[in-house]
């Protein structure tokens, strides 16, 4: 059987402006996923430069949104972030992952999460943040502390994302 | 590109019959020659080109010279024009055609560009519980644009500079003009184009220029700010190293261009303030007596001076014209021309007084609407002067007269003589308009960059089409050297360690990879790049060996058309450091940089005389933990046979194993009668000097061969640091030992590779000896919950009233005696 056509919904994020910015070429995040052996814990840290999120918020939440003195801002924008970032077991069965703070390093704003490390070697990926904002944003995510390291890039249309942690023969 | 493949081929067949990994990585065992020099990946220098990366001595440029009228229809968004093109042949060629760019065609439904344009929207049906699949509102707002409007170049007409009609045929964003008669070396040719197009709405197409629209500004229908470059058709590029430059225009990949003479007349409305490449001719007839008064006095001012001010700004927004008038520009020696055009703008300006005898005199001026407000009061035309000073040590005095930034709806895009910048204020509820500390960091960032675009690759003119990096990556290393120099509370630049995390990475490629077929632009071809400047500066050559050679790159290639391998060969020149491995490694790989430090043993020199190594062996072997057996005997009261018969004793009972005797004694005597003078010398001498001796062990985690650079610490307590050149790896990449030795006493206690983090290793934990625990970002955090520094948008945090003066107020209103 032909499946149904994919129905085709408009994400409801109107008014967002996607100026390109040459100059400081960002509109991209990067993840580390982190398998630690001394937590037993699987740590996921994501870090967007200052001025994408600074950007982001005005557009995701309001024009006084300001990731850089608003707490609230910064609490908001790390929810936004972790609603847009999952990892499921192979079965489709997403890991509850534990918000652990976030912060401001100079130019970066970094997101914290965790949760027990899971056993499973098959994982799915899926890492949205900003790339409903910006079809340009990529969102890189390395793997690592599992049988070396593992990247996937979230662009273009990739949504979901398997990668296989069993080591390399 | 197969033309690419053709103009080389000769060249490419004779070097590089084996292909470069071959010659790098051997079949036999596992040796990689890391430190290879470049012979088979650059390219065979000759008369146009030296080995050492100067223009040879017979170097060529075209020159196209252009004499362009134009007019912009405000009503219709629509820019008409006519162009001469004088084009002069300096290539030893004889050319049948010429190759034009048509870059607005990048906007036609039936282009390279837009057919070849990945979805970007989000399909998850095919996967377990995906949601349907999304379209963002940009992506439909984008394709109803293009739809509803005519976009692409009509072009009128082709002739020769006297009237006679041309054949032209269009491929894509190019158009080939048969010329009337081959074009001999040396002599020149005249071109007539009359030519028009449709200006895309910058937001919603997205480009490096169009218009925005402002539909709540007072004037019925509202205002537009016009960014415009790109507009006419101009000459694609013939290159002594590729020929015709003609790879379509994708979008991503810039410009490849000739320089030349502009004079340029734009009809605009009359009540539009105009910035444009070049040098105003007209101001008698374009600008007021007082504006022309204003700008004489900006020459020499403090502080930038207002030329249209706020309020005429503001009072221009609010009505509009039927009139119009002309602005005539002039412009040598650029690589393109680009202007802006609205009654939005305010204007400022600023005498920049540089010196030299090329250009003393450079006006810096700016151009916003009230969109725009302080922030660009402030810090527009400060950041212009800023970017000047700092980028003009490191290369050549600025070569034009004016220096401007221009806000509109590009976040950042650069031409000769001109930057669009798109930093704003916001509204405010109260009508104020306040910033944030980011997008003030961001217009300062952003002006700094675009402007040092002028110099590289405005001036110091790279083939963007094929290397980003080469103006991209240059550029991001100096706004960073800028950008420190403003304000060193305002975390500028790359530093290495914020390219960690992208360089271990899966998904790259090497810097060296055509700009359309760059994966992740952004660390690509700006971070990776101005980290690996930054390391051969601060790290590799030291500042004075990489500033000469810099600048020796910048000066030898001003108005004229690097290549990467000018750049390499001019900095190992100028240097006098080959850096072949440095290129190899960062340029043309996706390795990274992780050094181990496995092991380290002391050793200790033997003295050969039987009465110090002796003893020495006794109590190294007493300083070892006693069996245990023997312990757990004696802990049972277990007594020995010899305790048990203490009558019985013999000479093995008084002296042990390491007891001297005089034949060991005898033994040594020859043995140093034995050396040569020179042997017993320098043996006495170590012998009394009883150094410490140590062997580190490294291997190299990540393939990128890089100095090794020791933070030591001893025992005393004292630090010291020592610098291993990366030629250390030239015979085995992958282990290597070092030896090390310190004074009698000095003693090793720790030791860390790369302790200033300098050398963008991505691994921390086997940089320690011994290793050292490192938490993990997420552990660090949890210890010290947030060291966040706290950024404060004061302007509008300091509008809000104390919590107790609010009590107080109330308490007092209710106390009405």
């Known amino acids: 059987m032909i499946r149904p056509t994919l129905v085709v919904i408009v994400t409801l994020i109107a008014g967002a402006i996607t100026a390109p910015v040459y100059a400081h070429s960002q509109k991209a995040a990067i993840t580390r996923v982190l398998f630690n052996p001394r937590t037993a814990n699987l740590e996921v840290m994501h870090r967007f430069s200052m001025h994408d999120a600074e950007h982001a918020v005005k557009q995701i939440f309001d024009g006084d949104a300001d990731i850089i003195s608003s707490k609230d801002t910064q609490e908001k924008f790390s929810k936004y972030v972790a609603d847009r970032f999952s990892i499921m077991e192979s079965d489709g069965k997403a890991l509850v992952l534990e918000s652990v703070g976030y912060e401001i390093e100079g130019k970066f704003f970094w997101v914290y999460q965790e949760t027990k490390a899971p056993e499973a070697e098959t994982l799915i990926l899926s890492h949205n943040a900003l790339r409903d904002l910006w079809p340009t944003q990529i969102n890189t995510v390395n793997i690592e502390g599992k049988h070396g390291l593992r990247t996937v890039t979230f662009d273009g249309s990739e949504e979901l994302i398997t990668v296989n942690l069993k080591p390399n023969d | 590109m197969l033309k690419n493949l053709f103009a080389g081929s000769l060249v490419v067949m004779l070097v590089a019959s084996t292909g470069y990994a071959d010659a790098v990585k051997q079949t036999k065992g596992n040796f990689e020659d ?377 976040g950042g895009m650069e031409y000769p003589m001109i930057t669009f910048n798109g930093p704003r204020t916001t509204l405010q ?148 450091v080959d850096l072949d491995w440095f290129w190899r490694g960062w340029f043309y790989t996706t390795d990274h940089v992780d050094i181990s430090l496995d092991k380290i043993y002391q050793l200790r020199m033997d003295t050969k005389d039987p009465d110090i190594d002796f003893s020495r062996q006794r109590d190294e072997v007493k300083a070892e933990p006693a069996s245990i057996f023997a312990e757990r005997n004696r802990e049972q009261g277990r007594k020995t046979w010899v305790e048990l018969n203490p009558d019985i004793r013999d000479f093995y009972d008084e002296n042990d194993r390491y007891t001297v005797t005089n034949k060991e004694r005898n033994s040594y005597q020859s043995f140093v009668k034995g050396l040569k003078d020179w042997e017993r010398k320098a043996f006495e001498r170590a012998v009394t000097e009883d150094k410490n001796y140590y062997v580190l062990e490294f291997s190299n985690q990540g393939g990128l061969v890089m100095p090794i650079i020791l933070g030591l610490t001893f025992t005393d307590g004292s630090h010291e640091q020592h610098y291993i050149p990366a030629e250390i790896w030239r015979r085995n990449s992958q282990t290597v ?50 060291k966040a520094l706290v950024h404060r948008d004061i302007m509008q945090d300091s509008k809000t009233k104390l919590a107790s003066e609010e009590v107080e107020e109330e308490k007092d209103t209710e106390k009405p005696e």
């Open chain 2, 429 to 576: 509820d109260d009508g104020s308009r306040t910033y944030s500390q980011a997008e003030k960091r961001f217009l300062i960032g952003v002006v700094i960059h675009e402007i040092g675009h002028i110099y590289f690759p405005m001036t110091v003119n790279s083939d963007e089409r094929q290397w980003t990096w080469m103006d991209e990556g240059l550029n991001s290393f100096l706004d960073g050297i800028a950008g420190r120099e403003w304000d060193t509370e305002i975390p500028w630049g790359v530093e290495p360690r914020d390219i960690v995390d992208y360089m271990k990475s899966e998904r790259q490629v090497p810097i060296m990879t055509q700009s359309d077929s760059v994966l992740r632009l952004g660390p690509n071809a700006y971070g990776k790049p101005a980290v690996a400047l930054n390391i051969l500066r601060e790290t590799i050559l030291g500042r004075e060996l990489f500033d000469f050679a810099f600048k020796e790159y910048a000066t030898r290639w001003k108005f004229k058309r690097p290549t990467p391998a000018d750049f390499f060969r001019t900095l190992e020149e100028a240097s006098g």
């Open chain 2, 34 to 410: 890391k430190f290879r020099q470049l012979e088979e990946i650059l390219p065979t220098a000759n008369t146009y080109r030296t080995a050492g990366g100067e223009p040879g001595h017979a170097y060529w440029q075209q020159k196209v010279d252009y004499k362009i009228k134009a007019s912009l229809d405000e009503e219709k968004r629509r820019i008409s024009g006519n162009e001469v093109i004088s084009y002069t042949n300096n290539s030893p060629d004889t050319l049948k055609f010429l190759w034009l760019q048509l870059d607005q065609n990048v906007f036609r439904n039936d282009s390279i560009a837009e057919l070849t344009n990945d979805f970007n929207g989000k399909v998850t049906a095919s996967t377990k519980g995906g949601a349907p699949a999304k379209l963002s509102l940009n992506q439909i707002r984008r394709q109803q644009f293009m739809q509803d409007n005519e976009l692409g170049y009509q072009i009128a007409s082709v002739k020769t500079g006297s009237g006679a009609a041309l054949n032209y045929t269009i491929v894509g964003t190019l158009m080939r003009v048969d010329l009337a008669k081959p074009l001999t070396s040396g002599s020149s040719t005249d071109l007539a184009i009359e030519f028009s197009y449709n200006l895309v709405e910058e937001n919603a197409v997205s480009a490096r220029a169009g218009y925005e629209h402002f539909p709540k500004d007072d004037r019925e229908g509202g205002n537009d700010i016009f960014l415009v470059a790109q507009w006419f058709p101009r000459l694609a590029a013939y290159t002594d190293y590729e020929a015709w430059t003609n790879k379509e225009f994708l979008g991503t990949g810039e410009f490849t261009l000739e320089f030349g003479d502009y004079d340029v007349e734009l009809t605009v409305p009359a009540d539009h303030i105009v910035s444009s490449t070049g040098a105003l001719q007209n101001a008698k007839s374009v600008l007021t007596r007082e504006q022309r008064a204003r700008l004489e006095t900006a020459k020499t001012a403090e502080r930038p001076i207002f030329i249209v001010t706020e309020e005429e700004a503001l009072q221009n927004e609010k009505e509009g014209t039927s009139e119009s008038k002309t602005w005539h520009f002039s412009a040598k020696n650029v690589r393109d021309f680009a202007w802006a055009s609205s009654r939005k703008f305010m204007w400022d300006a600023k005498g920049y007084q540089q010196g030299g005898k090329d250009q003393p005199f450079v006006m810096a001026m700016s151009y916003y609407p009230k969109e725009g407000g302080d922030l660009w009061k402030k810090y527009s035309t400060e950041s212009v002067i800023h970017t000047l000073e700092v980028y003009s040590r490191f290369s050549f005095d600025y070569p034009y007269p004016v220096a401007q930034s221009v806000n509109g709806p590009v």
């Open chain 2, 737 to 786: 030992k070092k030896l090390l030795t310190f004074a009698k006493g000095k003693e090793l206690a720790e030791v860390i590779i790369d302790p200033n983090w300098e050398t963008a290793d991505v691994n921390l934990e086997n940089n320690y000896y011994p290793r050292r625990i490192i938490p993990s970002r997420i552990e660090a955090y949890k210890r010290s919950k947030s």
